[in-house]
């Protein structure tokens, strides 16, 4: 099953909306025409990871998102978080979120399998080198990053995360324990394991 996310930075400094979505009202409001334009889920981001971003502390990242996440929960607009940060997502789940994305595929911080696998939400993969200001090389590109995606999501399985026998690209917005897990080899990512793309 395809679904589609929407993407919410409510952030001063992301690449392609950062300071436009800060105010809470403007946040819901745009979250809701996304959903009514056909968006299964809201991606809420507080931190950018465009190139040259700085890294802010995950105390400000729950300030920025976890007022809109409640808000969008309450309306009943489904909610992913974007973050690296397992204490953040860990209080997004909280605040009502049912998938996690995390752009480093729990490289970051180690702790996001275990928030994954605990709280038994949805978790976004992505394949991750090096960190925001690394440039990449491959020589394969698309074999190195199916390789690379294979074998995090394969440590994955083993810290709890469970696979599913979706081969989507995207999630359901179904809840599942344990965590159900995936990736793909393009910028974005499945919320349920299967061969990488």
């Given at each position: 099953m395809t679904a589609i996310l929407g993407v919410l930075n409510v952030t001063p400094d992301s690449f392609s909306d950062g300071g436009r979505w800060q105010r809470l009202d403007d946040a819901v409001a745009h979250a809701a025409r996304m959903r009514d334009a056909g968006a299964d889920w809201i991606d809420v981001g507080g931190e950018s990871t465009r190139p040259g971003s700085i890294a802010i502390d995950p105390d400000e990242e729950q300030h920025r998102v976890l007022p809109v996440i409640r808000a969008?929960?309450?309306?009943?607009?489904?909610?992913?978080?974007?973050?690296?940060?397992?204490?953040?997502?860990?209080?997004?789940?909280?605040?009502?979120?049912?998938?996690?994305?995390?752009?480093?595929?729990a490289l970051h911080d180690p702790q996001m399998a275990v928030v994954a696998a605990e709280t038994g939400?949805?978790?976004?993969?992505?394949?991750?080198?090096?960190?925001?200001?690394?440039?990449?090389?491959?020589?394969?590109?698309?074999?190195?990053?199916?390789?690379?995606?294979?074998?995090?999501?394969?440590?994955?399985?083993?810290?709890?995360?469970?696979?599913?026998?979706?081969?989507?690209?995207?999630?359901?917005?179904?809840?599942?324990?344990?965590?159900?897990?995936?990736?793909?080899?393009?910028?974005?990512?499945?919320?349920?394991?299967?061969?990488?793309?």
């Amino acid at each position: 099953m395809t679904a589609i996310l929407g993407v919410l930075n409510v952030t001063p400094d992301s690449f392609s909306d950062g300071g436009r979505w800060q105010r809470l009202d403007d946040a819901v409001a745009h979250a809701a025409r996304m959903r009514d334009a056909g968006a299964d889920w809201i991606d809420v981001g507080g931190e950018s990871t465009r190139p040259g971003s700085i890294a802010i502390d995950p105390d400000e990242e729950q300030h920025r998102v976890l007022p809109v996440i409640r808000a969008l929960s309450d309306a009943g607009i489904p909610v992913s978080i974007d973050t690296r940060n397992s204490a953040t997502a860990r209080a997004a789940v909280e605040a009502g979120a049912t998938m996690i994305n995390d752009v480093s595929g729990a490289l970051h911080d180690p702790q996001m399998a275990v928030v994954a696998a605990e709280t038994g939400v949805h978790f976004v993969v992505m394949h991750w080198r090096g960190g925001v200001d690394v440039e990449p090389r491959y020589d394969d590109v698309v074999a190195e990053v199916r390789a690379e995606l294979k074998a995090r999501l394969a440590e994955l399985l083993v810290r709890g995360c469970a696979a599913s026998s979706s081969s989507s690209t995207r999630a359901s917005a179904s809840r599942s324990r344990p965590s159900t897990i995936g990736s793909c080899c393009t910028p974005s990512a499945s919320s349920r394991l299967s061969p990488p793309c």
